[in-house]
């Protein structure tokens, strides 16, 4: 078992840490952020991720958390580079925190590996390498180790992935960071820095492609009568194609897919090729939500003193994440068309900024519709479908429920008044 150092307690270095004391090692998780180390340290976690409190209850003795990097350093034998590289202006990725980590790469006597689990441009890693060699770290190996899970599912994804990348051109580095894993049911994958550098990215871009896929599908599904559920089930049977980001909605959001897709965008604009299908795909998923506000402004006659509830406000269910969250864009879309705006959701805090600030939140799906001329499903939140929607529409001044992600009922959603809107379906009128 070895003593590895973690750097960055977020959504991945906080799982990453977890999980491999989950498999036996020794991990201290350093952070910047004193408020977040100290509220580790009481046992209390900072994210909502499904199974992460157990785990690090669990695994307390082999667990330490710090704000100071030399401490974490002491005993390691592996560092993983787990920050967050959020997108520059220019669309690029900030790698300042992961310069600041390997900068920090000092007093390690230990030092056998630095992992890369960040997700970084293409040529990333070399330069990383060429600093620590400069450092008089050439001794340390490095290996891009990119991650793959999904919020929601983080923990399971980690220790049962589809398969564990591995991007190195130390041989020795590649079997310590593979042996660290076992216990992990995935097959390893070995490969040049780059290629897994690629890999990430180009997975993400991949799926974030087959969802707007779907959605341009359901668009064209919209306009002339087909069903977009009915249309991607049955396409989605072709085992060439995979039952999987076959689903229309509002868009995706997230903190990797918009990040990652701008991120592949600039790095290929970069060197100079324009990667004309991914914008196309940004380009699509920016309008997603406009167009759902565009077809609801059309169907009740102008926004402007209408009352509308947004029901889920997290980029997806399951996670207290609002990063890129569609709700964000429909909150503020319908705000400057003059509407009144409720909200409801199980798991959200936004923030106090703008839209939020002007969003009533309510904590009962009822309240948010009472008195509304419209009701948004954003989020697809089990919670939803549970919901007395006999009484929402009694609830309502108007009973119209633009499904965002298709999740609800319509048959009996019709039954109880509503006019049913959905994405890539024709709108149910009430019988
Ligand atoms: C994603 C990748 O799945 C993961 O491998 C990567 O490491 C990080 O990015 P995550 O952002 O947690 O994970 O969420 P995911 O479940 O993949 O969903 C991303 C977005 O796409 C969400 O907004 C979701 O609502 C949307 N989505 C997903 C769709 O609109 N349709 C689909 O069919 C699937």
Known sequence: ???????????????????????????????????????????????????????????????????????????????????DTPPTPSGDADLSRVWSVIDDLRNAPHLAAVVMKSTVPVGTGEQVQNAMTAAGLGHVGYASNPEFTAEGKAVHDFLHPDRIVIGTADPVAAELVASLHKGVDGPVQTMSIASAEMVKLASNALLATKITFT??????????????????????????????????????????????????????????????????VIEVNDLQPRRAIARLKEQIGGLRGRRIALLGLTFKPGTDDMREAPSAIIAARLLSEGAQVTGWDPMAHPGAEAPWDQVERKSDVIDAVTDCDAAMVVTEWPELVDVDWAKAAQAMKNPLLFDGRNLLNRQDLVRYGFTCMGVGRITALPK
């Not at 669990?58 to 401490?71: C, G, K, M, S, V």
Request: hydrophobic fraction near 40%; charged fraction near 20%; aromatic fraction near 6%.
């Open 1 to 83: 078992m070895r003593n590895i150092a973690v750097f960055g307690a977020g959504y991945i270095g906080l799982v990453t840490g977890a999980c491999l004391a989950e498999l036996g090692h020794t991990v201290t998780v350093r952070d910047i952020q004193p408020h977040r180390v100290e509220s580790l340290r009481r046992g209390e976690v900072p994210i909502y991720e499904p199974g992460l409190s157990e785990l690090l209850a669990n695994n307390e003795d082999r667990l330490r958390f710090t704000l100071d990097a030399q401490e974490a350093l002491q005993h390691a034998e592996i560092a993983y580079v787990c920050v």
């Open 215 to 280: 959605n341009e599908i359901a668009a064209v599904c919209e306009a002339t009568g087909a069903d977009v559920e009915e249309v991607a089930a049955a396409v989605g049977m072709d085992h060439r194609l995979g039952p999987h980001f076959l689903k229309a909605g509002l868009g995706y959001g997230g903190s990797c897919f918009p990040k990652d897709s701008r991120a592949l965008r600039a790095m290929a604009s970069n060197s100079g090729y324009p990667f004309q299908l991914l914008s196309a």
